[in-house]
């Protein structure tokens, strides 16, 4: 019988089990690669004191600054001990940056083309534990690049693969390997020893898939480079390019700028009110009915409200176009909605152009009668803003219930199923910014663009899973399928 945590110990102490004798009963890992990667932790735990300690003390006060600077490539930004990018940047201080003979405030001895690590083996790598010694010459030796995650043992370590250089290595990491999955991208500095790998530095950013556009380009750009680097050549020469992909990644990550949104037509996203004067909803409607496509009167007047005369009092229907621009396999486009409600007339659109658009519609309608009053504009940040300050309140409980409820229906749920296969399926060749405006099956074509489209599958395969409820994933097996992925 498995005894619990919290059980009386078997052995008879009175102690709970969890206290006494559960940790003796765990299995020990004993193999030969778990023992020497216990002992070489051992053997650098004290390295990055060591290393920090010592860099002061060769470059002066002046090194890390200067360091600093080249690392944030020279934007001005302060040194910031709680930055993200610590535990980035302090092993690539250590393990790689060289100051500037020609340009640099660090201390005389220290001018010269050795970084910190390189002149602390120099001093004392005859009294370092051996094992140490070879682990700073591996991560002196190591580039920062960008890495995939291919697969993931939480608890364990993962296999990464270079996306510069191509290699795979399977990586020694027990903490980190917790919170990662397969499809998210390094930015790391990776020390390989005979039999093991340790992830020595790691940035705290984690790149999604889709960020992987500009790592790829970079890549392009090594490859056709003249004349023609090793692998591990390219990514020390260049390192400055390696930077400045991942700042230009990370910021967009840490400090999201507001996307611009376009509508289905392209036009940036604005939402306007138009409200008319009219004379009749009963004119009005006969004159604009047609605008719903379509759709017959007995449909549009279904939730209509008359007077106590049987007069059309206040009705409400869609503005629709045949088709649509991006997805091919919709049948019409819903451009804004027109609301008549007694003598007014309101129509609202989500772009300046539509606005336009529908004014010269209703105004060209004689039967409408209708005459234009004012236009009220809201910005997609105020109500995206009003929707948040919205959206907790208690009011809104009742309102996210039911829309839980109708989600979780069956017909609702095949209605969606079947409107992200119609979109992904169209997706394929649909230009997408992503892919230089490229179709994801031109796209297919190189090496770059492949790898790119394959990421981008990857990210809507994670944004479906996270849907309530998630997307069926016989979607994105289609998709691949289509790809030839």
Same mark, same amino acid.
């Given at each position: ?38 002992? /070489? ?46 535990? +980035? ?72 693969? !270079? ?16 919170? /990662? ?13 005979? !039999? ?144 008549? !409600? ?30 234009? #009053? ?31 409820? #109708? ?8 209605? +969606? ?51 309530q409820p998630p997307m069926d994933e016989s979607i994105i097996r289609e998709l691949r399928v289509r790809l030839g992925l």
């Amino acid at each position: 019988m498995k005894v619990g945590r919290n059980d009386p110990c078997p052995c008879g102490s009175g102690k709970k089990y969890k206290h006494c004798c559960m940790r003796q009963d765990e299995p020990v890992e004993n193999s030969p690669e778990d023992l020497h990667w216990r002992r /070489l932790r051992r053997a650098i735990e004290s390295l990055p004191t060591d290393l920090l300690n010592f860099a002061n003390g060769y470059f002066g006060r002046a090194g890390l600054l200067e360091a600093w600077d080249e690392f944030t490539l020279w934007e001005g930004v302060p040194f910031d001990a709680g930055s993200p990018h610590i535990p +980035v940047f302090m092993p690539w201080f250590y393990y790689n940056w060289i100051p500037d003979p020609h340009d640099t405030e660090v201390r005389a001895e220290a001018r010269v083309e050795l970084s910190a690590a390189q002149a602390y083996l120099l001093r004392k790598g005859k009294s370092l534990d051996p094992l140490a010694r070879h682990y700073i010459e591996a991560c002196v030796a190591a580039p920062l690049s960008f890495y995939d995650v291919v697969t993931c043992e939480p608890g364990r370590g993962f296999t990464l693969r !270079d996306i510069i250089a191509g290699e795979e290595c399977n990586v020694s990491e027990r903490s980190a390997s917790r919170s /990662l999955r397969a499809g998210d991208i390094l930015f790391a500095k990776i020390a390989r020893l005979e !039999d093991i790998a340790l992830l020595e530095a790691c940035s705290t950013v984690v790149i999604p898939p889709d960020r992987k556009g500009p790592i790829l380009e970079l890549r392009k750009n090594i490859r056709a480079s003249h004349p023609p680097l090793s692998p591990a050549d390219a990514l020390g020469e260049w390192d400055s390019e390696m930077l400045a992909v991942y700042h230009g990644i990370a910021d967009t990550l840490l400090d999201p700028a507001f996307p611009e949104l376009r509508n289905t037509d392209g036009d940036p996203l604005s939402f306007h009110k138009l409200v008319f004067e009219i004379e009749s909803p009963r004119a009005a409607f006969d004159a604009l009915k047609d605008l719903a496509l379509d759709a017959d009167e007995t449909e549009l007047l279904a939730e209509a409200e008359f007077d106590a005369e049987g007069a059309l009092h206040r009705v409400q229907f869609d503005w629709k176009k045949r088709g649509n621009p991006i997805n091919k396999s919709w049948d019409n486009t819903v451009l804004g909605n027109l609301t008549i !409600d007694g003598t007014r007339l309101t129509a609202e659109v989500n772009s300046e152009a539509r606005a336009i658009r529908i004014r010269e519609i209703v105004e060209k309608r004689r039967g409408a009668r209708a005459k234009y #009053l004012a236009t009220e504009i809201q910005s997609t940040e105020s109500m995206l803003a009003r929707a948040r300050a919205e959206g907790g309140g208690k009011a809104a409980r009742p309102q996210q219930e039911e829309h839980e409820r #109708l989600a979780a229906l069956p017909e609702v749920q095949a209605m +969606v199923t079947e409107h992200f296969r119609r979109h992904f399926e169209s997706w394929v060749d649909q230009e997408i910014p992503a892919l230089g405006g490229k179709t994801p099956r031109h796209a297919m074509k190189d090496p770059e663009g492949r790898e790119m489209v394959e990421a981008l599958v990857l990210q809507a395969e994670r944004n479906g899973r996270n849907m309530q409820p998630p997307m069926d994933e016989s979607i994105i097996r289609e998709l691949r399928v289509r790809l030839g992925l």
